[in-house]
């Protein structure tokens, strides 16, 4: 990658970062999104704090990859909006970089804010402390893999009627190996078990996503 | 580049939308310094042709020469030798005036303050975006003219909204790139302060 396209590719992201900060409604309502989604389970469940440990690792995973996806549908729309998509596609960055800088934006002003939130959630889950560290890392990897599949969605639905319904019903599917191997990982971990291997399996598939999902999102791209 | 070759050759150039052809057969040529105006009825094909060549839309047929280099081989090159003002002003009303700048300064290189100030925004550069005029906000589109030089400028209503001196400012934008050496191609309903522009109605 010579230097003009990291200096872009830096760009993109510095400029992601300050709208999210200047607009920090998106990223409280995906964190408060997912604290409310696990603050439900408790009152649907029942007073049975065991019950609840075997229902943590899953209801974390799905709470979170639902709060992930809220902002996706404006990734690539508010751009297309104020035309501020055309400027981007013609800003010489080759399209793959583009739809990498935009989902690692997405990674940073949705998923860490998420990460950070996870003990909260963990907590009101019943999910054994020794189990958060593992529970905030399966987080880290489900939803960079979903930011890498979401930008690839957002691409594909940008301008279609419905888009924002079209989203997840595209992206979700293709999230259920990180449901898998995410929720797996944290109950080894409240079992006293190494969760290595599902990290390891979860990381896995962040990098096949990472090169991959970019270049299809920025082959879909367009802006007409 | 050899001597007379014009800096945007356009050739056969076709564009459908849906199943509506919108132009065919369209070839026309722009010389260093030259400025030709698009006009035509509402729905001509005015911004479809300026967004194919650009490079936004894909030409149903025919093809887009900038300094001779077809514009279908390198996109992104050739996205790096124009600058597209289309009729939105690809604004973000979060950040101030010089951080809208600064942003495509960064991807293109070039110098924010003098940018903004050939516009006379240069007294408006912390406001955040938000609080701009419809006129403010056109001319902060426009500043992006005014970031590191290219050889094409494709304009689209680029003096909508404006009052009378900052037509007049950007009138002095475009007699300077076009004394450098460059081209407009620009689309309008409005008259334009652009001496000797030879004019195609679509």
């Known amino acids: 990658m010579n230097a003009s396209v990291f200096g872009g590719l830096l760009a993109v992201l510095g400029r992601e970062w300050k709208l999210a900060l200047r607009h920090p409604s998106d990223t409280l309502a995906a964190v408060l999104f997912f604290v409310l989604v696990a603050a439900l389970f408790p009152f649907g469940v029942g007073p049975a704090p065991e019950t609840f440990s075997r229902l943590a690792p899953g209801a974390l995973l799905a709470a979170a990859l639902l709060a992930a996806l809220l902002p996706l549908d404006r990734l690539f729309g508010a751009e297309a909006e104020d035309g501020s998509l055309d400027q981007l596609l013609l800003s010489g960055l080759p399209r793959g970089v583009l739809a990498a800088a935009k989902a690692l934006g997405h990674w940073l002003t949705t998923g860490v804010p998420l990460i950070a939130a996870t003990p909260i959630a963990a907590a009101m889950l019943n999910l054994p402390v020794e189990a958060w560290g593992v529970a905030m890392a399966a987080l880290a990897l489900a939803t960079a893999l979903l930011s890498l599949l979401g930008t690839l969605g957002a691409a594909l639905t940008l301008g279609a009627r419905r888009g924002g319904v079209l989203l997840p019903l595209l992206v979700l599917p293709l999230a259920i190996p990180a449901v898998i191997f995410g929720a797996a990982a944290i109950e080894a971990a409240s079992a006293g078990l190494s969760a290595a291997p599902f990290l390891l399996l979860l990381g896995a598939g962040v990098s096949i996503a990472a090169p991959l999902a970019p270049l299809a999102a920025g082959a879909a791209l367009q802006n007409d | ?202």
């Not at chain 2, 939308?17 to 919108?22: A, L, M, N, P, W």
């Not at chain 2, 003002?85 to 070039?110: C, H, M, R």
């Not at chain 2, 037509?167 to 790139?177: I, N, S």
């Open chain 2, 1 to 202: 580049m050899a001597a007379g070759q014009p800096i945007l050759d356009v050739r056969e150039l076709a564009c459908i939308r849906g199943d509506r052809e919108i132009f065919a057969g369209l070839s026309f040529t722009v010389p260093a310094g030259g400025a030709l105006l698009l006009t035509g009825a509402n729905g001509a094909g005015k911004s479809s042709l300026l967004r194919v060549i650009a490079g936004l839309l894909p030409a149903a047929g025919g093809e887009v020469l900038l300094e001779g280099a077809p514009a279908s081989t390198d996109p992104a090159g050739h996205a790096l030798r124009l600058r597209y003002i289309s009729s939105q002003d690809a604004l973000k009303p979060a950040l101030t005036v010089a951080e809208n700048l600064a942003f495509y300064a960064a991807l293109w290189g070039g110098q924010v303050t003098p940018a903004l100030e050939a516009l006379g925004l240069g007294a408006l550069a912390s406001l955040p975006g938000r609080v701009l005029s419809t006129g403010q906000r056109r001319r902060l589109a426009l500043a992006r003219l005014g970031l590191a030089p290219v050889r094409l400028w494709l304009l689209d209503e680029p003096s909508l909204g404006l009052d009378v001196a900052s037509v007049a400012r950007l009138g002095d934008l475009m007699a300077r790139h076009r004394a450098g050496g460059g081209a407009i191609l620009a689309a309008t309903h409005l008259p334009l302060p652009l001496p000797d522009a030879r004019e195609l109605k679509l």
